[in-house]
């Protein structure tokens, strides 16, 4: 049994791997919550932008399997589960800081896919339900009109003012969206869109930061426990003899 000082860090590692467990299925909320929300966005955003919420999904699953380990190894003082536990818990620590690095070295991309798929993406308006759909939810959602404004409108078939009825706040009834109207959202989508991608990405980021820093304490406290059973065996060991 261990015994002494080192029973506090048994109920400390025990502890952490509940937190562990915690975040495991934060990960997992947050990462189906971004896919569900940003679904209606999908036609402006490149495939890569999706793939971080997947990753983060299956951090989600991993952490939380990888915590069952740290906790029954507490628990029972097994010094191999606990050193599994330890190599884990560094394994999914650098893939954290490998995709932390990636999502910072790409932040640059954002605003050139956006720009990309906006320009695309506004042309087939007319003529796609789905991207009808989707610029619909954006325009509505992050209250803006067009690219830059809603004289973009005018470079795809619309004409005498007219613009799509999501760029208005409210429209009367039969009525059409005008860009002179005073309900009119006056900022362009892909600076809102922008700054929307590089928020969301700036929280998760912390997060993750925030996350490994404990993973790095948890794998500290794990150690010195696992030193401290094997100590503790090793003591029995001799007195048997």
């Given at each position: 049994?261990?015994?002494?000082?080192?029973?506090?860090?048994?109920?400390?590692?025990?502890?952490?791997?509940?937190?562990?467990?915690?975040?495991?299925?934060?990960?997992?909320?947050?990462?189906t919550v971004i896919l569900v929300?940003?679904?209606?966005?999908?036609?402006?955003?490149?495939?890569?932008?999706?793939?971080?919420?997947?990753?983060?999904?299956?951090?989600?699953?991993?952490?939380?399997?990888?915590?069952?380990?740290?906790?029954?190894?507490?628990?029972?003082?097994?010094?191999?589960?606990?050193?599994?536990?330890?190599?884990?818990?560094?394994?999914?620590?650098?893939?954290?800081?490998?995709?932390?690095?990636?999502?910072?070295?790409?932040?640059?991309?954002?605003?050139?896919?956006?720009?990309?798929?906006?320009?695309?993406?506004?042309?087939?308006?007319?003529?796609?339900?789905?991207?009808?759909?989707?610029?619909?939810?954006?325009?509505?959602?992050?209250?803006?009109?067009?690219?830059?404004?809603?004289?973009?409108?005018?470079h795809v078939g619309f004409s005498?003012?007219?613009?799509?009825?999501?760029?208005?706040?409210?429209?009367?009834?039969?009525?059409?969206?005008?860009?002179?109207?005073?309900?009119?959202?006056?900022?362009?989508?892909?600076?809102?869109?922008?700054?929307a991608i590089e928020h969301n990405?700036?929280?998760?980021?912390?997060?993750?930061?925030?996350?490994?820093?404990?993973?790095?304490?948890?794998?500290?406290?794990?150690?010195?426990?696992?030193?401290?059973?094997?100590?503790?065996?090793?003591?029995?060991?001799?007195?048997?003899?």
């Amino acid at each position: 049994m261990v015994s002494g000082g080192m029973a506090c860090i048994k109920y400390l590692t025990f502890l952490f791997n509940l937190i562990f467990a915690i975040t495991g299925i934060i990960f997992i909320a947050v990462g189906t919550v971004i896919l569900v929300v940003y679904s209606g966005y999908n036609n402006f955003m490149d495939s890569w932008f999706f793939a971080a919420p997947i990753l983060i999904i299956i951090v989600g699953v991993i952490v939380f399997i990888v915590s069952f380990f740290g906790c029954c190894g507490a628990v029972k003082e097994n010094h191999c589960m606990i050193i599994t536990f330890s190599v884990l818990l560094l394994l999914i620590f650098a893939l954290e800081l490998g995709a932390g690095i990636a999502g910072y070295m790409m932040r640059g991309d954002v605003h050139a896919m956006v720009e990309n798929r906006l320009n695309i993406t506004m042309e087939e308006y007319t003529t796609n339900d789905d991207i009808h759909r989707s610029w619909d939810i954006m325009q509505h959602d992050l209250q803006c009109c067009g690219i830059i404004g809603a004289t973009d409108w005018a470079h795809v078939g619309f004409s005498d003012n007219i613009v799509p009825n999501s760029c208005c706040k409210e429209v009367p009834e039969g009525n059409k969206c005008d860009s002179n109207s005073i309900h009119i959202h006056s900022n362009g989508c892909m600076n809102n869109l922008q700054s929307a991608i590089e928020h969301n990405a700036l929280i998760l980021g912390g997060v993750g930061i925030g996350i490994a820093v404990i993973q790095l304490i948890g794998v500290i406290f794990a150690c010195c426990l696992a030193r401290s059973i094997r100590r503790e065996y090793e003591t029995v060991e001799t007195a048997a003899h």
